[in-house]
């Protein structure tokens, strides 16, 4: 077990729940994602489809965008991305393109997530990490649906 990966993880995910807090707090589905190289963020995001009218502005899809261009790269190949819910089939693919190091992912989706297709549609490198603040994440969820219907 290695501490300070672990506590890495935490401190990153940590910034995409910000970030997910902010998107519930603007009304759209609470999901916060950042793009890290080393120890540095290259690209953030937070589900914007709503405000955007744009069904792929998902939190993952906007940090890729982000760190790509910070980058001048369309690869992210030494890049972890940290996103508080499983990512969609949609965004799954743009992380297989991007050759994404590692995704650290906080809650599971299993309506919409892509591990019901299995993990093949990441790209073989990818490695996944799954339920760092997952429960924060989750309930922050529960939390935006019930206000929802209320």
């Keep these: ?86 990512p969609c089939v949609m965004c799954a693919g743009a992380l297989y393109w991007t050759q994404m190091e590692r995704v650290v992912m906080g809650a599971e989706d299993e309506k919409r997530g892509f591990s019901r297709l299995g993990t093949g549609i990441l790209h073989p490198r990818t490695r996944l990490v799954k339920g760092v603040l997952g429960e924060e994440s989750r309930e922050l969820l529960l939390k935006f649906f019930k206000r929802l219907r209320t």
């Design 1 to 86: 077990m290695d501490i300070q990966a672990d506590l890495l993880d935490q401190y990153f995910m940590g910034e995409a729940y910000r970030l997910a807090r902010q998107a519930y707090e603007e009304g759209e589905i609470p999901v916060g994602a950042v793009v890290v190289s080393g120890e540095r963020i290259l690209g953030k995001g937070y589900n914007q489809t709503e405000k955007l009218h744009d069904v792929t502005a998902h939190a993952e899809m906007i940090a890729i965008t982000a760190a790509s261009d910070y980058l001048g790269s369309k690869y992210l190949t030494d890049c972890t991305l940290y996103v508080t819910l499983e």
